[in-house]
């Protein structure tokens, strides 16, 4: 088992933790912000270094947490230098980096951490911190209902994060992640099945990440944080909320052995996703859009983790963070790209027989690659239900009427390329897991299965009774946000700031 610190490791969370104090004394904007932006570029420097530092150890690193590092890092380095161009005449700037700092170090020592309850403790404190930077525009409204929703969901998620942790401390004699994972594989090895002390754990677990990550019904407060600032969202949408996706990946023991965990996952990730897109389609604001496109990103990785498609989940993890912070960072280039989108000529929409042909040639490229790799690689088992996922997904976008030629080319690259990032993550992880029992799998691919042929009607039937009956739904969330809203806000109201124009219309 590789060992829970790479090398290098604990200096990480410090390089953003040590210029909180200049920043906190230094007078002005220009002051307080250069040890932030140092700061970027040692975390990244950093990260490197233990890489090379890495090559020349005899035991083996902890990779996963060398991957997450340097995801971290880069990330951190790119918001804080947008947000110092962002926030430049605003007023609140040294709160800001202050409370930024915090919460990358915390992020930070998440991903670097051996120790279960550091883990933890940071984790909650990453949200603590984070909620700072949610609730920047103090006198928005909307701002601080939203961030006091997360508030209250992410306390839920402590409490199950700390219940989580006594049993398996209790179960693995220890709080070191490198034990406790070895007794789960002790269990495993010996043929029967987790104590109830690890069941419950997974439970648990499960439970946390579902809460932190913004699942349904839970998941409003994602979508209602868009008035924090536009590097905030990044920051969310890129690195704070897919912390979730992290930890599954690092108790992949536990959850490949505990079968309601990952029926859990499978169900709410799973519905989530598929919900969570279908809302998506009726959405016109950018930012709106891409809140919910982390919302359904979440699902699918949770639904992947649930499958036991681990190497999937790291690739999915990785990618979206990437992805998703450039969206956010280049929100305000949209009208412009809009713009030159509109002067291009537009390829065609799939109709419903398009994607019908689409997801039948997807399956038989399927089964000629399945050929191909037992013939080339007889000693390496294809990922099917990886490449299964990977193809409904990539189907209609590759393959659009008249490029049929173009897109099968591109739909045979993508999904090469993605057997060799596929590789890649199971090096990084280096386990061999079992995947999840053949009822969540099929469950999950019916899921999936019916979002593409539920979309693809509603695209080739825009104003079909269908249409007309799903968009006023859609449109409103399912009304699922709102109970939770009436429910957190009659257990703990928030203290709202008045607005500007009723405070005018009290002295008028």
């Given at each position: 088992m590789s060992s829970p610190l790479f090398p290098l490791a604990p200096l990480l969370p410090w390089v953003y933790a040590l210029p909180l104090l200049p920043a906190a004394f230094l007078a002005s904007p220009g002051q307080f912000w250069r040890p932030a932006r140092v700061a970027g570029y040692l975390g990244v420097l950093l990260v490197l270094a233990a890489w090379l530092q890495a090559v020349f150890e005899t035991q083996h690193p902890?990779?996963?947490?060398?991957?997450?590092?340097?995801?971290?890092?880069?990330?951190?380095?790119?918001?804080?230098?947008?947000?110092?161009?962002?926030?430049?005449?605003?007023?609140?700037?040294?709160?800001?980096?202050?409370?930024?700092?915090?919460?990358?170090?915390?992020?930070?020592?998440?991903?670097?951490?051996g120790n279960l309850l550091l883990l933890a403790g940071a984790w909650i404190l990453s949200s603590l911190c984070l909620h700072q930077l949610l609730t920047f525009y103090r006198e928005r409204p909307q701002a601080v209902v939203a961030a006091h929703k997360k508030f209250i969901a992410s306390r839920l998620a402590d409490v199950s994060?700390?219940?989580?942790?006594?049993?398996?401390?209790?179960?693995?004699?220890?709080?070191?992640?490198?034990?406790?994972?070895?007794?789960?594989?002790?269990?495993?090895?010996a043929g029967g099945p987790l104590?109830?002390?690890?069941?419950g754990a997974a439970l648990l677990l499960a439970l946390t990440v579902i809460l932190k990550s913004a699942q349904l019904p839970v998941h409003g407060w994602l979508i209602q944080v868009m008035e924090a600032p536009t590097p905030v969202s990044a920051l969310l949408h890129a690195g704070v909320v897919n912390l979730g996706g992290f930890?599954?990946?690092?108790?992949?023991?536990?959850?490949?052995?505990?079968?309601?965990?990952?029926?859990?996952?499978?169900?709410?990730?799973?519905?989530?996703?598929?919900?969570?897109?279908?809302?998506?389609?009726?959405?016109?604001?950018?930012?709106?859009r891409l809140a919910w496109s982390t919302c359904a990103q979440m699902g699918l990785m949770l639904l992947e983790c649930g499958l036991g498609l681990y190497e999937v989940a790291l690739v999915h993890l990785l990618a979206h963070s990437l992805y998703k912070a450039h969206a956010f960072l280049a929100a305000g280039e949209t009208v412009a790209h809009a713009r030159q989108q509109a002067l291009q000529p537009q390829a065609p929409a799939l109709d419903l027989a398009g994607l019908l042909r689409a997801l039948l040639v997807a399956a038989l490229m399927l089964i000629l690659l399945q050929g191909l790799w037992a013939w080339l690689l007889p000693g390496h088992e294809l990922p099917l239900v990886a490449l299964t996922l990977l193809a409904i997904g990539l189907a209609p976008w590759c393959l659009r009427r008249g490029q049929w030629a173009h897109g099968l080319l591109m739909f045979g690259l993508l999904l090469g390329a993605y057997l060799l990032w596929h590789q890649a993550a199971g090096w990084i992880l280096d386990q061999h897991l079992a995947e999840a029992p053949l009822p969540l799998a099929l469950l999950a691919?019916?899921?999936?299965?019916?979002?593409?042929?539920?979309q693809g009607l509603?695209?080739?039937?825009?104003?079909?009774?269908l249409a007309q009956r799903l968009y006023?739904?859609?449109f409103a969330g399912f009304y699922l946000d709102e109970h939770f809203t009436r429910l957190t806000f009659r257990l703990w109201p928030a203290h709202a700031p008045q607005p500007l124009s009723a405070t005018l219309g009290d002295h008028s």
């Open positions: 902890d990779r996963l947490g060398l991957a997450m590092a340097g995801l971290v890092s880069l990330l951190a380095l790119v918001i804080i230098e947008y947000s110092q161009r962002y926030l430049e005449g605003e007023p609140g700037q040294r709160r800001y980096v202050l409370a930024l700092l915090a919460t990358l170090a915390a992020v930070a020592t998440v991903v670097t951490s994060l700390l219940l989580a942790i006594l049993l398996l401390v209790q179960a693995g004699g220890s709080s070191q992640l490198s034990l406790i994972l070895a007794a789960v594989e002790a269990q495993v090895q104590g109830w002390e690890l069941q930890v599954l990946l690092r108790f992949a023991p536990l959850f490949s052995a505990a079968v309601p965990a990952q029926s859990l996952l499978v169900v709410v990730g799973g519905l989530t996703a598929v919900l969570a897109a279908l809302v998506m389609m009726t959405r016109i604001s950018i930012k709106v691919m019916g899921l999936l299965v019916g979002l593409y042929l539920l509603l695209l080739a039937r825009p104003r079909g009774a006023p739904l859609a």
